[in-house]
């Protein structure tokens, strides 16, 4: 089984990943900030494109999810883990060696790189060796890495690792500092007096003595006396520093590409478990999406937005799940209820699930059934812009007919807040048309919005509300149920819009009092 990529099934995916820019949908659902803390101290290994595309074959998901359950075994994660610290330290080690001034000072830093890499990839073996792996991209990494390892290229590598080290560990040399001049001769068995001195006064020791040693400076560097030291010493040992010269002409290019793209693909894997081991260890549940095509029956069960849940467990705030569904001919969920219910939080998560599920990636909630979808589109509401002439009401109309324009069945459309600029005479025309052009061409929907009408335009529609705790209407559950509307969400948006409400009033009649009383 030959090993392509863990991430990718075909070499026309693998290349398409590569020049993928941001969606448009990201700063709406806000997957920019998941994938900036994803790629935080990673961001060498430009992660941001395989975060943007979307796979369009179920069977490469299925390829990255078999990945991510392997890669759930703490063993082998650990294993994989210090391999790519190593790389790590493998790249800084070239990178020396590239700036360094003198010959023999990068061909040394080299030759450590080259150690670590052959240390990188032992350790990648032992660590695929002992899981018990079931994904075919691990798999086939481990038989790639063992006849790596075997080759006869590898071999030499190592050999010749071990050979130069040996060689350099047998040069030995008197240096003599006197009269303004330094004399370097061979090691000709002199005594060591350092040796010597610390015995005589090893009698007198009474306790631990604070250490005198110099401390060698943080830069590798050499100065102009070390380099003309070690020019001297290689002209005593040409033997030695002729193999080290030979050892970076040899194997200018041993890091082997398919180890090296496994490197950079598997910060993917290992990015999203780390982010996602924070929430699943605060109690939160993560599943793996049933994914499809073409089915449009779809489930999700505790379901939530990961980018809030992150910010609310930092705060040491409760995250509250969600479940929704899609049966037979419903298509779009409008979405209803007091302000600041989780409406928007709703549609966002609703966003949120089917990009990363086109991931491969599992995705937070106890169970989710999705859709493989082509193009997600999102118009959420937007201030208005006091230099742009054309009215708010005007830029949501361009906006939403640029949706309608490219939305396609396969497609996941959510519009939040749409017309609110307007009568709600207006906008109940407006979103019915909206809404029926998406119903006609099949495509998914959420649909926030003040205007009850739009949840009754027949099987296509189903309505959700957020709810408030009973009693009392201030307290946000911040759940949002399956049931039809009570009629209440416009008169609150409008009394919210003119300070009429329950809160709003209260707070005015207490500063009044206040006022009256003198306090």
Same mark, same amino acid.
């Given at each position: 089984?030959?090993?392509?990529?863990?991430?990718?099934?075909?070499?026309?995916?693998?290349?398409?990943?590569?020049?993928?820019?941001?969606?448009?949908?990201?700063?709406?659902?806000?997957?920019?900030?998941?994938?900036?803390?994803?790629?935080?101290?990673?961001?060498?290994?430009?992660?941001?494109?395989?975060?943007?595309?979307?796979?369009?074959?179920?069977?490469?998901?299925?390829?990255?999810?078999?990945?991510?359950?392997?890669?759930?075994?703490?063993?082998?994660?650990?294993?994989?883990?210090?391999?790519?610290?190593?790389?790590?330290?493998?790249?800084?080690?070239?990178?020396?060696?590239?700036?360094?001034?003198?010959?023999?000072?990068?061909?040394?830093?080299?030759?450590?790189?080259?150690?670590?890499?052959?240390?990188?990839?032992?350790?990648?073996?032992?660590?695929?060796?002992?899981?018990?792996?079931?994904?075919?991209?691990?798999?086939?990494?481990?038989?790639?890495?063992?006849?790596?390892?075997?080759?006869?290229?590898?071999?030499?590598?190592?050999?010749?690792?071990?050979?130069?080290?040996?060689?350099?560990?047998?040069?030995?040399?008197?240096?003599?500092?006197?009269?303004?001049?330094?004399?370097?001769?061979?090691?000709?068995?002199?005594?060591?007096?350092?040796?010597?001195?610390?015995?005589?006064?090893?009698?007198?020791?009474?306790?631990?003595?604070?250490?005198?040693?110099?401390?060698?400076?943080?830069?590798?560097?050499?100065?102009?006396?070390?380099?003309?030291? /070690?020019?001297?010493? @290689?002209? !005593?040992?040409?033997? *030695?520093?002729? #193999?080290?010269? &030979?050892?970076?002409? %040899?194997? $200018?290019?041993?890091?082997?590409?398919?180890?090296?793209?496994?490197?950079?693909?598997?910060?993917?894997?290992?990015?999203?478990?780390?982010?996602?081991?924070?929430?699943?260890?605060?109690?939160?549940?993560?599943?793996?999406?049933?994914?499809?095509?073409?089915?449009?029956?779809?489930?999700?069960?505790?379901?939530?937005?990961?980018?809030?849940?992150?910010?609310?467990?930092?705060?040491?705030?409760?995250?509250?799940?969600?479940?929704?569904?899609?049966?037979?001919?419903?298509?779009?969920?409008?979405?209803?209820?007091?302000?600041?219910?989780?409406?928007?939080?709703?549609?966002?998560?609703?966003?949120? /699930?089917?990009?990363? @599920?086109? !991931?491969?990636?599992? *995705?937070?909630? #106890?169970?989710? &059934?999705?859709?493989? %979808?082509? $193009?997600?589109?999102?118009?959420?509401?937007?201030?208005?812009?006091?230099?742009?002439?054309?009215?708010?009401?005007?830029?949501?109309?361009?906006?939403?007919?640029?949706?309608?324009?490219?939305?396609?069945?396969?497609?996941?459309?959510?519009?939040?807040?749409?017309?609110?600029?307007?009568?709600?005479?207006?906008?109940?025309?407006?979103?019915?048309?909206?809404?029926?052009?998406?119903?006609?061409?099949?495509?998914?929907?959420?649909?926030?919005?003040?205007?009850?009408?739009?949840?009754?335009?027949?099987?296509?529609?189903?309505?959700?509300?957020?709810?408030?705790?009973?009693?009392?209407?201030?307290?946000?559950?911040?759940?949002?149920?399956?049931?039809?509307?009570?009629?209440?969400?416009?008169?609150?948006?409008?009394?919210?819009?003119?300070?009429?409400?329950?809160?709003?009033?209260?707070?005015?009649?207490?500063?009044?009092?206040?006022?009256?009383?003198?306090?």
């Amino acid at each position: 089984m030959s090993f392509l990529s863990v991430l990718f099934t075909e070499p026309a995916e693998q290349a398409a990943a590569s020049a993928r820019d941001e969606p448009a949908c990201f700063h709406d659902l806000n997957l920019d900030q998941l994938v900036a803390s994803l790629t935080s101290g990673r961001e060498h290994y430009d992660l941001e494109p395989l975060f943007h595309a979307r796979l369009t074959s179920p069977d490469t998901i299925d390829h990255r999810q078999r990945v991510f359950r392997d890669l759930e075994d703490e063993s082998l994660r650990t294993g994989i883990e210090e391999f790519a610290e190593d790389m790590r330290e493998m790249r800084r080690q070239l990178a020396l060696a590239e700036q360094l001034r003198h010959p023999y000072q990068q061909e040394s830093w080299f030759l450590r790189a080259a150690e670590t890499y052959c240390r990188a990839v032992a350790a990648l073996a032992a660590a695929l060796d002992a899981a018990d792996l079931d994904s075919r991209a691990l798999n086939a990494l481990r038989d790639h890495v063992a006849d790596r390892i075997g080759s006869e290229n590898h071999q030499r590598l190592a050999a010749d690792i071990q050979n130069v080290r040996q060689a350099l560990a047998s040069v030995r040399y008197c240096m003599t500092i006197g009269g303004g001049k330094v004399k370097i001769t061979r090691y000709a068995q002199e005594a060591d007096y350092g040796a010597e001195v610390l015995a005589a006064f090893e009698k007198f020791k009474q306790a631990q003595a604070e250490s005198h040693r110099l401390t060698h400076r943080g830069d590798v560097d050499m100065n102009h006396v070390e380099e003309a030291v /070690l020019d001297r010493v @290689a002209l !005593l040992f040409p033997d *030695v520093f002729a #193999a080290l010269d &030979r050892f970076r002409r %040899c194997h $200018r290019a041993f890091v082997d590409r398919t180890v090296a793209v496994f490197d950079r693909e598997v910060q993917f894997y290992l990015a999203y478990l780390e982010f996602a081991g924070r929430l699943r260890d605060s109690g939160l549940s993560w599943c793996y999406p049933r994914v499809s095509r073409t089915s449009k029956n779809l489930a999700g069960q505790g379901v939530f937005d990961l980018v809030l849940a992150d910010r609310l467990l930092a705060e040491g705030l409760r995250v509250v799940p969600n479940d929704f569904r899609l049966d037979g001919a419903e298509r779009v969920i409008v979405v209803s209820g007091p302000n600041q219910g989780g409406k928007t939080t709703f549609a966002r998560m609703f966003g949120q /699930l089917h990009h990363l @599920a086109a !991931l491969g990636c599992p *995705v937070p909630g #106890a169970e989710a &059934r999705l859709l493989l %979808c082509d $193009r997600i589109f999102t118009h959420f509401e937007r201030g208005e812009n006091l230099k742009d002439l054309s009215g708010k009401l005007q830029d949501d109309l361009v906006r939403i007919h640029a949706i309608l324009r490219r939305a396609t069945a396969s497609s996941v459309v959510i519009l939040n807040e749409i017309f609110t600029s307007t009568t709600l005479d207006d906008a109940v025309v407006l979103g019915t048309r909206v809404l029926e052009q998406l119903i006609e061409r099949g495509s998914l929907c959420v649909c926030v919005s003040f205007v009850d009408e739009l949840s009754r335009l027949g099987p296509a529609t189903v309505s959700m509300t957020s709810t408030v705790v009973p009693g009392n209407p201030a307290m946000r559950t911040f759940r949002v149920v399956r049931r039809q509307p009570d009629g209440l969400s416009y008169a609150l948006a409008i009394a919210d819009k003119y300070g009429l409400t329950y809160e709003r009033l209260r707070d005015r009649i207490r500063e009044r009092a206040d006022g009256r009383t003198g306090s």
